[in-house]
């Protein structure tokens, strides 16, 4: 017990807390703030810049909001920046509603509320122009609020975070919210680098870490239709315990199951006679869903308590079920609603598998709110969606849309109309929604509480390639289960398919170790910028400051430990090869020249092959039949009109199955036949599913497939390593002989002498390569950034010196795009000058669009003039690329023109069905992509001369209008 003095001294303690900021701001609250939360905002109230790492849903955004506190009582101004329109959106409607609508404004781009207001919300990218503008509206900033700043790592848009942090005035407290990482010291040590004094001055920027969930989370696998507990563990979820031993139960199961051939009732024990509608049990809870804060269906505790949950396998060959053995969605959400885990976001990775897995529980008759609630969403989305054109909402599937959200689940994924999404948001986060069927881009800090998260697959298409779900991904995307002040635990659950392995989603969920790595890389952009607000010098001193180089400093350290024992290491090799017959290195050195001539006459046949492939593909027409390689759609091919600016030797063609394909070098082995010949209508459109039918019979009735082997004859006689002098295969044989000739060759410990020489070469070029890496890595950015200026004084944009900024650069400077300089020099260069509103619209489109995966490449062309100034960016694209690549620059990707024709039409006034239909484009993607070209319209109508700004204008007005206006704050 405390002594009188201790408590009035205790007293005092909370009495001198209460009347700080802080201490206001905490009271203000109505909940009790963690001691990671106490501590952040004590740091910030100090004049200290911090970083926040803590898991999803701790409870880390208070720390911003803090800091927007701190900046109204004390007069100063307050940004707070996210990485997405959608987040901005909901951090805006957050403030207002603390803070009232004249204090908080929104800006991004294409939204524009308030922004003189003392507290602004904003996409990142907007501060960083803002930056570079040198805008009024910096004065008087105190705080910049960087939530999922760990979003740097992007590598498209991350180094945008480093720009803002690096180039911020030191008077700015700049707060960083990110999601827990394993390097946070490193970052934090960064941060204080370029915001403070140095990485040893720890009161410059606090840097915190929470490894506690406050929600804690359980994670399972749902075999069939029965849930077991992914870890076996004493006391709560895997890892309060450290305990994650793999649940033994579960192993068992899945052992059983992968033996047997397929799912039978039996096999569970399931009534036998049970394939009716899967029903929800709304009528017990509610649409709010059951007591939130429960630990399950009728409060008896989390599934470890209770052992396996569920009385039903998957029935073999059930309608609906998903591949390898998994329940069927229905048969999912059935069975988290028996045990009270709604509601949930089940993650699917593939836009066509959200909106399919409504379709099957509509197709159900799944019902998981009751009707009246169903009565009043509908009438919530009527109003929501009053301005847009009716026949409009019948191209969207507006009726589905509804009657999945009046049954209680929706789809969520970029390819919805940007309105629609909001509208499930909206309900989902009021907890008037049960499930939604979620793509991954859900998982980014938008706050849409799930008690259960559910994850179908444990592979993703990563913008390139199907790959694994990373250990921060899976942290990301579980995440959203469990959130905090609504739910007492969280639920992850991942769906067992035949292929998966339960030790491999054990991995998955007690993997802690996800570093932050830098993706920032300088820009044209960014350069004429730096150069025209600090000068060549200074700018090339900011640069070495960036976190990119911070990490790569740090790296060359270990590298030259490296280097320096590789030396060490060398010098006993060359002890050990020594040989009494003679220089047995001089020997060695031979053998190494032999093995690595033979290796280079093989790469050398294998790219006379490649170019016989390519000359090949270079001489196709369109009609030609060609056979594919083994292992292609279809055994046969024909060629297709190309159009656009594509290298020449790819070619569009059509199998003997329908499908669309595009042909490489890489795609073929062998040098490719023509085996017949067949007349491809003029009008043919290779987006038409009939037109592809039709052509691909007629190959199939016309064309007799070849005798096998035939096709890849030509160029096999060829002989990449002739005998004639100087030649490949003369050095061979000359080393050869001089290997006979050597006095080590007839040494009786030849081989072991030259196992320690091989073990030397070996060496050697490793430790050449490490000290090529630590060349490479000192100074890298700052190297980059000094090649870019030297092509831009080369083009203009900078003077002779590289010093100053030109005319021609100061236009590029208000150009924020990947294909930068392909706009600069557009404009430069007049080629949109003869264009119409519409024509430009299609022309822009090229340079914000990027065709998905393998979509095939043949756009068509709206108007002469169109196809005419693509055909002149695309030389001018080229033209940069070679530029770059003498000044050892890594290109950009090419303009791609396969929006242009949907844009044209849209701009021109025709309707959405009329515009989508045949066009392969979902309308959300659409919508998104015709966005991003009015904010590129934009630039140009900033950096263009007079007629082209007219131009850009109307063209950006002949855009907004239906459905891409509908919604102006996603």
């Known amino acids: 017990m405390s002594s009188p003095a201790e408590r009035y001294a205790m007293s005092r303690a909370r009495a001198a807390w209460a009347s700080t900021p802080a201490g206001r701001f905490a009271e203000s609250l109505g909940f009790e703030l963690d001691d990671f939360q106490l501590e952040a905002i004590k740091a910030v109230q100090d004049g200290a810049g911090v970083l926040v790492a803590a898991p999803t849903g701790a409870g880390k955004t208070v720390v911003g909001e803090f800091a927007v506190a701190l900046a109204l009582e004390t007069g100063r101004k307050a940004f707070y920046t996210t990485p997405i329109k959608a987040l901005s959106n909901q951090k805006y409607h957050d403030l207002v509603e603390r803070h009232g609508t ?96 140095g990485e040893d001055d720890e009161d ?106 569920g009385d039903d396998a998957v029935p073999f060959g059930e309608r609906g079920a998903l591949p390898g053995g998994a329940a069927s969605r229905a048969q999912v959400i059935d069975r988290l609603d028996r045990e009270g885990l709604l509601p949930a976001i089940t993650f699917i990775f593939s836009r066509a598998g959200c909106d399919s897995a409504v379709q099957q529980l ?21 109003e929501r969606t009053a301005e847009v054109d009716p026949a409009d909402l019948g191209v969207l599937g507006y009726h589905d849309f509804v009657e999945g959200l009046a049954r209680g689940y929706a789809a969520h994924h970029a390819g919805m109309l940007p309105l629609f999404r909001e509208i499930v948001e909206e309900l989902f986060t009021h907890g008037r929604l049960r499930a939604v069927f979620a793509t991954e881009t859900l998982a980014l800090g938008i706050n849409m509480p799930a008690r259960t998260v559910v994850l179908e697959k444990l592979v993703k298409f990563n913008g390139e390639t199907h790959a694994p779900v990373t250990p921060a991904e899976y942290t990301q995307l ?93 010098e006993g090799y060359d002890e050990a090869m020594q040989c009494d017959r003679g220089d047995f290195r001089d020997y060695g050195r031979m053998r190494h020249e032999l093995a690595e001539l033979e290796k280079k006459q093989a790469r ?37 009109p190309t159009r656009g600016n594509r290298a020449s030797f790819e070619r569009s063609v059509l199998t003997s199955n329908g499908s669309l394909q595009q042909l490489t070098i890489a795609g073929f082995k062998d040098v490719p036949e023509v085996i017949g010949t067949l007349k491809v209508p003029s009008h043919f459109n290779a987006r038409s599913p009939k037109a592809r039918k039709d052509l691909a019979a007629a190959m199939r009735s016309t064309v007799r497939e070849p005798l096998p082997g035939r096709a890849g004859a030509r160029g096999q006689d060829r002989d990449a390593g002739s005998l004639g002098p100087g030649s490949g295969e003369a050095k061979v044989e000359e080393l050869r002989r001089r290997l006979a000739a050597h006095p080590c060759h ?114 068509r062309m709206p108007t002469v003039d169109v196809e005419e100034a693509l055909g002149e960016m695309g ?96």
């Open 604 to 640: 050398r046949r294998q790219a006379q092959r490649r170019a016989d492939i390519g000359q090949a593909l270079e001489e196709l027409s369109v009609g030609d039949v060609i056979q594919l390689e083994g292992g292609r759609k279809g055994t046969m091919a024909v060629v297709l």
């Open 746 to 859: 007839g040494c009786p410990d030849r081989e072991e002498h030259a196992r320690w020489a091989a073990r030397w070469w070996q060496l050697r070029k490793e430790t050449d390569d490490l000290q090529r890496r630590v060349a490479e890595r000192t100074n890298t950015v700052a190297k980059t950034f000094e090649r870019i200026c030297d092509l831009l004084s080369e083009l203009g944009y900078l003077g002779p010196d590289g010093r100053s900024v030109t005319l021609e650069g100061e236009r590029l400077r208000r150009i924020y795009t990947e294909l930068d300089l392909v706009v600069a020099e557009s404009l430069r260069r007049s080629t949109w000058a003869r264009l119409g509103p519409a024509d430009l619209a299609a022309v822009v489109s090229a340079l914000v669009h990027e065709s998905r995966g393998d979509e095939i490449i043949d756009p």
């Open 204 to 309: 410059s920027v606090a840097v915190i870490v929470a490894e506690h969930r406050p929600v804690p989370l359980w994670q399972h696998m749902m075999v069939g239709t029965r849930l077991y507990d992914l870890f076996v563990t004493e006391g709560g979820p895997a890892g309060r315990d450290g305990t994650t031993r793999v649940n033994p139960e579960l192993l068992d199961r899945i052992a059983q199951a992968e033996r047997s051939s397929g799912w039978s009732r039996e096999d569970a024990g399931a009534p036998r006679g049970r394939r009716g509608s899967v029903r929800g049990r709304y009528a017990n809870h509610g649409p709010a869903g059951p007591r939130r804060g429960g630990r399950g269906r009728d409060d008896r505790g989390p599934v470890s308590d209770r052992g396996p949950r």
């Open 102 to 197: 004249s204090r908080v404004g929104l800006l991004t781009g294409d939204a524009s509320i308030n922004g003189e207001a003392p507290i602004v919300v904003m996409t990142t990218e907007v501060l960083r122009n803002m930056m570079y503008a040198a805008s009024p509206t910096l004065q008087g900033l105190g705080f910049v609020v960087m939530d999922e700043v760990h979003y740097l790592a992007d590598r498209f848009r991350g180094a945008v975070w480093e720009e803002v942090i690096i180039h911020l005035p030191p008077s700015v407290q700049v707060i960083s919210l990110s999601a827990t990482v394993s390097n946070a010291e490193e970052f934090g040590d960064w941060l204080r680098s370029v915001r403070g004094r």
């Open 875 to 970: 030389a001018i694209w080229r033209e940069i690329t070679a530029r770059k690549s003498a000044h050892q620059l890594e290109g950009d990707r090419e303009p791609d023109a396969g929006l242009a024709w949907m844009v044209h039409r849209w701009a021109s006034g025709r309707g959405l069905d009329e515009v989508l239909r045949d066009g392969g484009m979902s309308a959300g993607d659409f919508v998104r992509r015709c966005k991003q070209v009015v904010d590129l319209l934009g630039q140009i109508a900033q950096a263009g001369d007079p007629a082209i700004t007219r131009t850009a204008r109307r063209a950006s007005d002949a855009i907004l209008r239906g459905v891409v206006a509908a919604d102006r704050l996603d």
């Open 362 to 382: 509509l197709a159900r008759g799944v019902r998981l709110v009751p009707e009246e609630e169903g009565r009043r969403i509908r009438n919530l989305v009527q």
């Open 478 to 570: 579980t995440g959203r289960a469990g959130r905090r002040g609504i739910d007492v635990e969280g639920h992850g659950v991942v769906l067992w398919r035949r292929g998966v392995d339960p030790m491999e989603v054990a991995g998955l969920a007690s993997t802690r170790t996800y570093p932050l790595r830098s993706s920032f890389r300088p820009s044209s952009n960014m350069a004429v910028n730096l150069v025209a607000q600090y000068g060549r010098e200074r700018a090339h001193e900011l640069l070495q400051s960036s976190f990119a180089q911070f990490q790569a400093d740090r790296s060359v350290v270990g590298l030259t430990t490296r280097v320096r024992d590789n030396l060490r290491a060398l």
